[in-house]
């Protein structure tokens, strides 16, 4: 059986008195989507942060393809942000540089990972915007004066250029219209499904998670209280809390 890409066992974090992350456990397959649902509050972008080694949990382990996260050196974490893994921030301008070009941001993170032709970096670049639905023509164009749903495709070209192996996605379509939303949702379920990524993702939106994840993690004040298969977590709830979630779904 091939082994998980990413693996944690007993992670945990408090912020004083409040346990943030309490005994979390997860493994992700390659090729596999995974969702992390829950309330604000639950932990799940906490999990994410720790997951990617941008957070310190007070204890638990966590592996990537056989290597300790948690003891990698700053330069090493980075270096696999730039090459094997990717994040994808609710806020794209958290993950852009607004200054720089929409080529130029792509271009970016193939320089990072030793790209050096100007015409080949300009090419990707300009393949990565028709990719995610924007118009070449404004390869030279500042994202800031992009929409808010612009910006965050072109986060997700500047993402996904380098072909990373694993992507953590925090919200992707949180703040967006909802026909917005419809249509990114669409998009990464199709770039995800044609790159092969191995995909983690923190949302609150369960329609989301069903479109989007093969399997669902449910998280309710630091703890995972139910996971499985999306449509089996979704149509056939267990926990208590699960079940709240799914109801006020359809409820509303």
Known sequence: MTAPLLSARGLALRFGRVAALDGVALDIWPGEVVAIVGESGSGKTTLLRALSGLLRPDAGEVAYDGRDVLA?????RRRLMRTDWGFVHQNPRDGLRLAVSAGGNIGERLMAVGARHYGDIRAQATDWLRRVEIDPARLDELPRNFSGGMQQRLQIARTLVTGPRLVFMDEPTGGLDVSVQARLLDLIRALVADLGLAVLIVTHDIAAARLLAHRMLVMREGRVVEQGLTDRVLDDPQHPYTQL??????AA
């Open 245 to 250: 979630l799914v109801s006020s779904v359809l």
């Open 72 to 76: 990698m050196a700053e330069a090493e």
